[in-house]
């Protein structure tokens, strides 16, 4: 596996599992149909899977001693080059010599990537992207004859591949440095998704395989803003605004109702103007979720928005978005990043960082409990207190702690996951607990399901224009 593979696996898809999964929906458009209404594709791919995700650890991880690994592998010879921090945390891209063939990875794509995903993730660094393109160039630029990746057709000869990277490299470069440019000039987040076209070269324009299929370099230069100078652009109105729905009472209260809003929003949509009247409008629907004919216009809005879009994230959010205002509520269509597979293979630190994330500090937060934790990895001493859970991996057991229970790190996994009861455990023989018997049961009682379908646009009872559905 790449460099630090199954704790970035964990850190993406874990903590923030539920929350990606469900925004994951809309990005691939999950729940639409496959039709000139719906997806059309998801630009890396035709769709999301919906099975069961799975996850097997990998028994050598490369890139450990340097940045290039060379590996023999049933007579092959490879060379692979550590490209985390790219398009994923943990990335890699491989030369075949005997071959050569350049496997890019998720490096390159015949289009734009995304340096910020829509459905969530960390931000990629572009410079470090771009600089790591230009390390394959000076490093087999003089040797490939095919390059071949993970999306996308391959490409063949030499001449045509070396464009190619150097087109793919300098893309991500300008949305790098000229984000940082207009910024240091006093352009803010919000500006920067329009103006970043404006500056874009014709030669980046022109060619198809850096437009904006899959990432679009208006959120990817909003992207690189926040990973530099974060999600404030120094504005006094915007340091501590009002909650959504409090703000949008207000915003429809100085607007002059609803019938204002509605009234305007129609003639904006009429004359082609729709993304204001998207936002007023769903100020509109925050306040008064069951107004159906702003729920309606509202996705009239959003569906002109996606079908105007390049970007296919863009559109399946925007459709999505429709449909679901549309239809008042839409099940989930995206499985679970942080399946019992995945959860399965991390280590006990971890798994408990992840439940941690599932406390509820205000059940927790009169039900202190401390716990040593005996698995053939070590020793965990995990504390709940103030509403919160840590961990920490120690040398010996804490004495002062209310309960020690020496378990296999698969059953404690099972234990974590609902999946059986440290007193079965206990009574088979296959834990022992000594201490307060109800620490676990403390920990247990403060934790919470996530929703896999809560709330995106607001949700309501009714329907309406269901039918566009059928």
């Not at 060379?79 to 945390?89: H, I, K, Q, R, Y």
Request: hydrophobic letters at 40%.
């Amino acid at each position: 596996g790449s460099k630090n593979i199954t704790k970035e696996t964990v850190d993406e898809n874990v903590l923030a599992g539920n929350a990606m999964s469900r925004r994951a929906a809309y990005q691939y458009g999950a729940t639409l149909g496959r039709n000139e209404h719906g997806i059309v594709d998801a630009a890396l791919s035709k769709g999301i899977s919906t099975g069961e995700i799975t996850y097997v650890a990998p028994d050598y991880e490369l890139n450990q001693n340097g940045e290039i690994e060379n590996l023999s592998i049933d007579g092959v010879d490879m060379v692979f080059l550590d490209a985390s921090g790219t398009e994923a945390p943990s990335e890699m891209v491989t030369f075949i010599p005997s071959m050569k063939a350049l496997w890019a990875g998720e490096v390159t794509y015949q289009g734009m990537h995304n340096v910020y995903t829509l459905r969530g993730a960390k931000v990629r660094d572009s410079l470090k992207w771009s600089k790591k393109i230009n390390e394959m160039v000076a490093l087999w630029g003089d040797s490939v004859e095919v390059l071949f990746a993970s999306h996308s057709a391959p490409i063949w000869g030499n001449a045509e591949i070396v464009e190619y990277l150097k087109m793919q490299r300098d893309a991500y470069g300008f949305t790098h440095n000229q984000t940082l440019r207009l910024a240091n000039s006093g352009y803010v987040l919000q500006d920067l998704g329009d103006k970043i076209y404006e500056v874009m070269p014709e030669s980046i324009q022109k060619s198809w395989h850096t437009n904006g299929y899959h990432g679009t370099y208006s959120h990817n230069a909003r992207a690189v803003y926040n990973m530099y100078l974060g999600y404030f652009d120094m504005n006094p109105a915007n340091l501590n605004p009002l909650p959504i729905k409090a703000e949008s009472e207000k915003f429809v209260e100085y607007m002059g109702g609803a019938r204002s809003i509605v009234k305007k929003a129609k003639k904006d949509i009429a004359n082609g103007e729709v993304r204001f009247a998207a936002t007023a409008l769903n100020k509109l629907v925050q306040v008064e979720p069951g107004n159906m004919k702003a729920r309606a216009l509202l996705a009239d809005a959003y569906e002109q928005m996606g079908y105007q879009a390049e970007g296919a994230g863009w559109r399946n959010i925007y459709l999505t978005g429709a449909q679901e205002l549309r239809l008042g509520k839409v099940s989930p269509g995206a499985p679970k990043s942080a399946s019992a597979d995945v959860l399965s293979e991390m280590e006990p630190g971890m798994l408990l960082d992840y439940i941690a994330v599932q406390v509820d500090s205000m059940k927790a937060q009169h039900v202190p409990m401390s716990m040593n934790v005996i698995v053939a990895d070590g020793i965990y001493y995990v504390e709940l207190s103030n509403g919160n859970l840590s961990n920490i991996k120690v040398d010996e057991a804490v004495s002062s702690a209310d309960s020690t229970i020496t378990i296999s790190q698969e059953n404690f996994t099972l234990i974590l996951l609902g999946q059986t009861r440290l007193s079965a455990l206990i009574e088979s023989g296959e834990a022992q607990q000594e201490g307060d018997e109800t620490a676990l049961g403390k920990l247990a009682g403060s934790l919470v399901q996530f929703d896999p379908g809560f709330e995106i646009v607001p949700f309501h009872d009714e329907s309406v224009d269901a039918d566009l559905y059928d």
